[in-house]
């Protein structure tokens, strides 16, 4: 276990609280009319996000703290717990439904969505396997299946609720991992020929995710069906141009962009900031990651690089999907904005995330 000791990385900090005041401000922007509609207080999800970053940051601050070994030695039972909870967001009177998906478990007036806390469960334990493991894994059978098929089962019970955004991410960041940690192309090649049908398959059992591809391709074609938050996103982004509209004022926010809050804040930001404010956003994302790798590089052992790749990669894939999305590069899909999107357990997770890199951070090399 390692014991040298340091300052944690102040730039990565600095980032990361940017990053977050930012969301705050903007959660409030794009909410307001809505929260005011809908509870007649327009403060409403600005004071439940404000909530949850208080309980991230303490969470933050106690990780940064503690030993990253220590995801080492619980990461079995850690990832164990997880497996629980998803077992217990499927069973009705447990699973809360919202938006057609049965992710959630209601604690008292909130809930926890337990696929956003699987992710870095299953970055902890395949660091782990991985650190033991490594010189098997360029076998197909002792050293890349057994890690990917442990990540298939979790991303099979996250599609059961179904949320195919989030066990998206985890897959994605589970296969940086393996290739991180020296897979062979060769056998990427033919999982990703078996993984692109499967992923044709679950497209084409469900007629909403169908719609989904067809409005990506032409959102005009059904402008008030499929194709809707596409287009209104675009609609936001556009009239944004270089400087924005001003802060607070986004027309789209008023009942044209469903929630702009959640998945699609990106847009408002852009309709109120412009150009350049989204521009400086993709700019401290560059930063946050380009500080994850150089404490990944500098890791005094395999264990931290790869928990560090694991976590830089799942913020990275996040970031690429909802910027893709809201621009309309790619197929909507319900995956939040990392420290900016409106929500408890996606922001707290981020957070925690971050505390341990910051941890691996104080015993980096570089």
């Given at each position: 276990?390692?014991?040298?000791?340091?300052?944690?990385?102040?730039?990565?900090?600095?980032?990361?609280?940017?990053?977050?005041?930012?969301?705050?401000?903007?959660?409030?922007?794009?909410?307001?009319?809505?929260?005011?509609?809908?509870?007649?207080?327009?403060?409403?999800?600005?004071?439940?996000?404000?909530?949850?970053?208080?309980?991230?940051?303490?969470?933050?601050?106690?990780?940064?703290?503690?030993?990253?070994?220590?995801?080492?030695?619980?990461?079995?039972?850690?990832?164990?717990?997880?497996?629980?909870?998803?077992?217990?967001?499927?069973?009705?009177?447990?699973?809360?439904?919202?938006n057609g998906s049965r992710s959630w478990i209601g604690v008292g007036a909130f809930s926890i969505q337990p696929s956003e806390f699987m992710k870095l469960a299953m970055i902890?334990?395949?660091?782990?396997?991985?650190?033991?493991?490594?010189?098997?894994?360029?076998?197909?059978?002792?050293?890349?299946?057994?890690?990917?098929?442990?990540?298939?089962?979790?991303?099979?019970?996250?599609?059961?609720?179904?949320?195919?955004?989030?066990?998206?991410?985890?897959?994605?960041?589970?296969?940086?991992?393996?290739?991180?940690?020296?897979?062979?192309?060769?056998?990427?090649?033919?999982?990703?020929?078996?993984?692109?049908?499967?992923?044709?398959?679950?497209?084409?059992?469900?007629?909403?995710?169908?719609?989904?591809?067809?409005?990506?391709?032409?959102?005009?074609?059904?402008?008030?069906?499929?194709?809707?938050?596409?287009?209104?996103?675009?609609?936001?982004?556009?009239?944004?141009g270089l400087f924005g509209l001003g802060l607070g004022e986004s027309r789209q926010k008023f009942f044209y962009l469903p929630e702009p809050q959640t998945d699609f804040i990106?847009?408002?930001?852009?309709?109120?900031?412009?150009?350049?404010?989204?521009?400086?956003?993709?700019?401290?994302?560059?930063?946050?990651?380009?500080?994850?790798?150089?404490?990944?590089?500098?890791?005094?052992?395999?264990?931290?690089?790869?928990?560090?790749?694991?976590?830089?990669?799942?913020?990275?894939?996040?970031?690429?999907?909802?910027?893709?999305?809201?621009?309309?590069?790619?197929?909507?899909?319900?995956?939040?904005?990392?420290?900016?999107?409106?929500?408890?357990?996606?922001?707290?997770?981020?957070?925690?995330?971050?505390?341990?890199?910051?941890?691996?951070?104080?015993?980096?090399?570089?």
């Amino acid at each position: 276990m390692p014991t040298k000791r340091t300052t944690p990385d102040f730039i990565l900090m600095i980032v990361t609280f940017t990053l977050l005041a930012i969301g705050l401000i903007m959660v409030y922007s794009a909410s307001a009319v809505w929260a005011e509609y809908k509870f007649q207080d327009s403060f409403f999800f600005a004071k439940r996000q404000t909530l949850f970053a208080g309980v991230g940051i303490v969470a933050m601050f106690f990780i940064m703290n503690v030993n990253y070994w220590t995801w080492r030695t619980y990461a079995k039972t850690i990832l164990i717990v997880c497996f629980v909870l998803l077992v217990l967001v499927l069973i009705p009177g447990i699973g809360n439904v919202r938006n057609g998906s049965r992710s959630w478990i209601g604690v008292g007036a909130f809930s926890i969505q337990p696929s956003e806390f699987m992710k870095l469960a299953m970055i902890a334990f395949l660091a782990k396997y991985l650190s033991e493991r490594q010189k098997f894994i360029t076998s197909f059978k002792k050293g890349l299946m057994p890690s990917l098929g442990l990540a298939f089962v979790a991303f099979a019970m996250i599609m059961l609720q179904p949320d195919l955004g989030t066990g998206t991410v985890m897959m994605g960041t589970c296969v940086v991992m393996i290739f991180i940690a020296g897979a062979r192309t060769s056998h990427f090649a033919f999982l990703g020929l078996l993984g692109v049908a499967g992923f044709v398959g679950l497209i084409a059992s469900a007629p909403y995710r169908i719609k989904r591809i067809t409005s990506f391709l032409d959102p005009w074609s059904d402008p008030l069906g499929s194709g809707f938050q596409i287009i209104q996103s675009l609609y936001a982004i556009g009239p944004g141009g270089l400087f924005g509209l001003g802060l607070g004022e986004s027309r789209q926010k008023f009942f044209y962009l469903p929630e702009p809050q959640t998945d699609f804040i990106f847009a408002i930001l852009s309709e109120e900031l412009g150009f350049i404010g989204g521009s400086f956003i993709l700019l401290l994302f560059a930063l946050l990651l380009w500080r994850g790798i150089r404490i990944a590089l500098g890791a005094p052992d395999l264990y931290g690089s790869f928990l560090a790749v694991g976590i830089i990669a799942m913020v990275a894939i996040q970031v690429m999907i909802n910027i893709g999305v809201v621009t309309g590069l790619m197929p909507v899909t319900g995956i939040t904005l990392p420290f900016l999107s409106y929500g408890g357990s996606s922001l707290t997770l981020m957070l925690m995330a971050i505390g341990v890199l910051l941890n691996i951070s104080r015993y980096s090399r570089i």
